[in-house]
T-cell receptor, first 113, second 116 residues
Framework: SQKIEQNSEALNIQEGKTATLTCNYT??????LQWYRQDPGRGPVFLLL?????KEKRKERLKVTFDTTLKQSLFHITASQPADSATYLC????????????FGQGTTLQVKP | GAVVSQHPSWVICKSGTSVKIECRSL??????MFWYRQFPKQSLMLMAT?????????EQGVEKDKFLINHASLTLSTLTVTSAHPEDSSFYIC????????????FGQGTRLTVV
């Protein structure tokens, strides 16, 4: 069955460092992959999308890589700030264009000042 | 940017009653809306997909008679939890996809349902 794995353990880093979060998947060939930020008690907020034929995407301090051979995406936040503390979710979409997303369980990032 | 508004943000109801949750796209037409539920520290689980003017498509294991979904217009979808029980307590989140955009999905702020 399709499976998406994100590190369930919280990631604690010091302000100014680069945070790297991992998303691995099995039994799936996504057309694209998305990363979302979710704060407690709130809905997810879209951050970045990367397609299957793209290796890397950047947006300000954010960078996403996508390796369809390894079936893995890495999400980087450079120069991290305490305000970046949140849970980050990866989501995969198939090629059927239904818009359906399969989410990982998320990784909680804590950036300490 | 596109805004999806979900109402109410939280609701407490008695066991056996029904609760309706609304999801509105405020500044775009949503041809497709999705309903998810999320338990604490767990992933969002897709419950159903609704297209405007047609019946919702439910994911495996989701009771369509318990979770009634209506998508009567291009800006409004509702989820009604019928005969709610404590195990239905969860965080319900909707998302909406705009006409013509195949990848963008915008999420509501979620509804915390507590059944007592």
């Amino acid at each position: 069955s399709q499976k998406i794995e994100q590190n369930s353990e919280a990631l604690n880093i010091q302000e100014g460092k680069t945070a790297t979060l991992t998303c691995n998947y099995t039994n799936y060939s996504p057309a694209y992959l998305q990363w979302y930020r979710q704060d407690p008690g709130r809905g997810p907020v879209f951050l970045l999308l990367i397609r299957e034929n793209e290796k890397e995407k950047r947006k300000e301090r954010l960078k996403v890589t996508f390796d369809t051979t390894l079936k893995q995406s890495l999400f980087h936040i450079t120069a991290s700030q305490p305000a970046d503390s949140a849970t980050y979710l990866c989501a995969l979409a198939g090629s059927s264009n239904t818009g359906k997303l399969i989410f990982g369980q998320g990784t909680t990032l804590q950036v300490k000042p | 940017g596109a805004v999806v508004s979900q109402h109410p943000s939280w609701v407490i109801c008695k066991s056996g009653t029904s609760v309706k949750i609304e999801c509105r796209s405020l500044d775009f037409q949503a041809t497709t809306m999705f309903w998810y539920r999320q338990f604490p520290k767990q992933s969002l689980m897709l419950m159903a997909t609704s297209n405007e003017g047609s019946k919702a498509t439910y994911e495996q294991g989701v009771e369509k008679d318990k979770f009634l979904i209506n998508h009567a217009s291009l800006t409004l979808s509702t989820l009604t939890v019928t005969s709610a029980h404590p195990e239905d307590s969860s965080f319900y989140i909707c998302s909406a996809r705009a006409r013509g955009l195949s990848t963008e999905a915008f999420f509501g702020q979620g509804t915390r349902l507590t059944v007592v």
